[in-house]
């Protein structure tokens, strides 16, 4: 069966021909285009702000006149992972999707249905002649997964609606009313290097086969996490026996939970057996720990060689002291909303080589004072260690508004639909909305979409009933949009 031959075919053939479009953060000009040249084809209004964004504008349809505008947001940019055995060029590769059951998922890459669904579903809603709306203006947004520009610079100016739905929640029996801010930490160590011993063993490690997710929905799942993890393994091994660190590459993406890890290491022949059982020991041990979170735990070891020099062993001793220690997972639980992180933190990026060292973590938050803790609590890590220290990127949170009157028509609804209750959450995730507000003040918002499990990894899969569920609610949500 084709994509685009899945119910509902409005919905799927959109998402079909969306991923065959190369669209990665900051390298959006392809899907812009495309989006442009959706606008124009159904002739109407079709606007590009300053920064990138695409806003389509669409009359109501016959005898919904009279209701509030309603603006659609969804965001065009997708994560770009794929598992390391997998050939593949993002930058002018279409998505190759699977279906499986009742999930759609992508062959060892990332499937882009965040937040392609919810673009898809606008989408459907442009082009249709036979569906009730009010006055749609569909606001599609750039960069959101690397920083949010495209919600930071937009132009509020250019919207008249009342309601704001935003497709980017993940779980269909969700309405999200609140969601975290955060603020990037990126800091940089020049190290001193040392030539690597003649005599020495070259030894490559890697760790792959963890689950990763999203640093935001995932973090409180107790995965592992493989930067942290090869911290821990070169702590131990330098405990044993005297070693260098030649390299150390771990993780992708600023807000993926680090999947996979590889160092670069020496040490002298004769401790080759101790090695191997210390690292035999240590791979025991991440099973033991985690065998019910991660099933495909896969630390190797194998003889290599380089050319490289090695961290001087002073500054190895620091690096690897400062990794073991900065505060990585949830930092705190909110003691007001029963099962929501507050606070959170997750070292995405480490990368050790050519007598550079440089981080990337995100930290986030549902309260700024504790976004600036959590903040505060890894820059002094890493400034107590020497780095510089650079933090930018922040974003607001969106703080809830259990009063909402697009809440209590969504909540109604779904009760009349499904013959239960939704749950009503914020989430832990960095949901454009709490920019958006700024930039919209007064517009009642609320974000709901369909089951996407493992956004921001190569297991990312949306579940092809929920879909369809999705779809439905979504159609008489726009026909229960109050009056004006």
């Known amino acids: 069966m084709n994509i685009s031959s899945l119910e509902p075919i409005e919905l799927w053939s959109q998402f079909e021909q969306l991923n065959a479009i190369p669209r990665p953060s900051k390298k959006e000009d392809r899907i812009r285009q495309f989006m442009i040249d959706f ?44 598992n390391s055995n997998r050939v593949f060029d993002f930058d002018t590769q279409g998505i190759e999707m699977i279906i499986e059951g009742d999930w759609v998922r992508a062959n060892d890459t990332t499937l882009g249905a965040d937040n392609g669904i919810g673009v898809a ?31 930071m610079q937009m132009n509020g100016s250019m919207f008249d609606g009342e309601i704001l739905l935003n497709l980017d929640t993940e779980d269909d029996d969700e309405l999200s009313i609140g969601c975290a801010g955060g603020i990037d930490t990126n800091t940089s160590y020049d190290y001193e290097e040392c030539v690597v011993n003649s005599s020495h063993m070259i030894m490559e490690i890697s760790i792959r086969g963890l689950l990763g997710g999203h640093s935001g929905m995932d973090i409180d799942k107790g995965r592992g996490n493989a930067n942290k993890w090869m911290a821990r393994i070169l702590r131990t091994l330098s405990e044993k026996f005297s070693l260098q660190l030649i390299s150390f590459d771990g993780g992708s993406l600023r807000n993926a939970i680090p999947r996979e890890a590889t160092a670069v290491i020496s040490f002298s022949n004769e401790n080759f057996s101790q090695f191997t059982e210390e690292m035999e020991n240590l791979i025991a041990t991440f099973h033991n720990e985690y065998h019910s979170i991660e099933p495909s735990i896969l630390i190797q070891t194998q003889e290599t060689k380089s050319e490289s020099k090695a961290v001087s062993n002073n500054d190895f001793k620091k690096i690897i002291a400062l990794l073991c220690s900065v505060p990585n997972g949830v930092f705190r639980m909110s003691p007001d909303i029963q099962g929501l992180v507050e606070a959170s933190s997750s070292l995405a990026r480490v990368m050790i080589s050519n007598g550079i060292f440089t981080t990337q973590s995100l930290q986030r938050s549902s309260v700024e004072s504790t976004k600036t803790e959590i903040a505060m609590a890894v820059s002094c890590s890493f400034e107590n260690a020497g780095c510089e220290v650079i933090q930018g990127g922040e974003y607001p949170g969106w703080k809830p508004d259990p009063n909402s009157t697009i809440l209590k028509i969504m909540e109604d609804l779904y009760h009349e639909m499904f013959k239960e209750s939704p749950k009503v959450k914020a989430c832990h995730a960095g949901l454009e909305c ?46 229960q949009i109050p009056a004006k």
């Open 121 to 151: 579903a606008i989408m459907a809603i442009l082009k249709a002649t036979d569906i009730q709306h009010p006055a749609i203006e569909a606001f599609f947004t750039i960069d959101e997964e690397t920083g949010m520009t495209g919600a």
């Open 39 to 82: 606008g124009n084809s159904l002739e109407l209004e079709t606007l590009v702000d300053k920064i990138g964004n695409v806003i389509i504008k669409k009359p109501a349809s016959i005898g919904m006149e009279n209701r509030k505008t309603v603006i659609l947001q969804s965001h065009l940019d997708m994560v770009h992972q794929k």
């Open 434 to 479: 709490g920019i958006l507000g700024k930039h919209l003040p007064g517009v009642d918002m609320i974000s709901f979409g369909p089951n996407i499990r493992a956004a921001h990894s190569p297991d990312e899969k949306v579940q092809i009933s929920s879909v369809q569920k999705f779809w439905k609610y979504y159609l008489a949500t726009l026909k």
